[in-house]
């Protein structure tokens, strides 16, 4: 199954920094999803951008979708010790009634 | 409250042992699904049912059962065949399957 790779793999910033991470897929998708799980939880959904779609906002959160590159990018701004977590995109693809997540992203947020 | 819940939270098996893990929503979802996620691992789909009395194997169903007999529950037996089973175990639920996903807060199980 298709899935989402996220880059880079770990990042440790001081807080009120910015952070960035990206996604990439393989297949054609109906929409793209980021996910945040913080230790020993459950995932809870970010945002999700749709394939017609260039850009999204929410709050401290913004999302930009390539589907010409097969990208995408999270960008937390002013980031807080309490951003500390993993971040995982998914992807759910045209026809198929699953999503297929990447391997996540920790961020360290350092107060 | 609305939301998806899993019981145990910490799960013990001992070899050879079949174990069942809860998963139950109240948010009306018609879609469910079980992933395994292993240290520093992404997640991987064990089982995901569209409807009640149906469900389709995932990516690693091997050692694995569930039934659907309730829209609102969606249990996980992980069988003695399943020779890895210690990981951490979530369930979700959506609206359908390209929606957002809500998560359980996982159930983590280890074999003694």
């Known amino acids: 199954s298709q899935q989402g790779e996220e880059d880079p793999q770990a990042l440790s910033i001081q807080e009120g920094e910015n952070a960035t991470m990206n996604c990439s897929y393989k297949?054609?998708?109906?929409?793209l999803q980021w996910y945040r799980q913080n230790s020993g939880r459950g995932l809870v959904h970010l945002i999700l951008i749709r394939s017609n779609e260039r850009e999204k906002h929410s709050g401290r959160l913004r999302v930009t979708l390539d589907t010409s590159k097969k990208s995408s990018s999270l960008l937390i701004t002013a980031s807080r010790a309490a951003d500390t977590a993993s971040y995982f995109c998914?992807?759910?693809?045209?026809?198929?009634?699953?999503?297929?997540f990447g391997k996540g992203n920790q961020v360290v947020v350092i107060p | 409250d609305g939301g998806i819940t899993q019981s145990p939270k910490y799960l013990f098996r001992k070899e050879g042992q079949n174990v069942t893990l809860s998963c139950e929503q109240n948010?009306?979802?018609?879609?469910m699904y079980w992933y395994r996620q292993d240290p520093g691992q992404g997640l991987r789909l064990i089982y995901y049912s569209q409807i009640v009395n149906d469900f389709q194997k995932g990516d690693i169903a091997e050692g694995y059962s569930v039934s659907r007999e309730k829209k609102e529950s969606f249990p996980l037996t992980v069988t003695s065949a399943q020779k890895n089973p210690t990981a951490f175990y979530l369930c979700?639920?959506?609206?359908?399957?390209?929606?957002?996903?809500?998560f359980g807060q996982g159930t983590r199980l280890t074999v003694v």
């Open positions: 297949t054609s998708i109906n929409n």
């Open positions: 979700a639920s959506s609206m359908g399957g390209t929606a957002e996903a809500f």
């Open positions: 998914a992807t759910a693809i045209y026809g198929n009634n699953r999503l297929a």
């Open positions: 948010l009306n979802h018609d879609a």
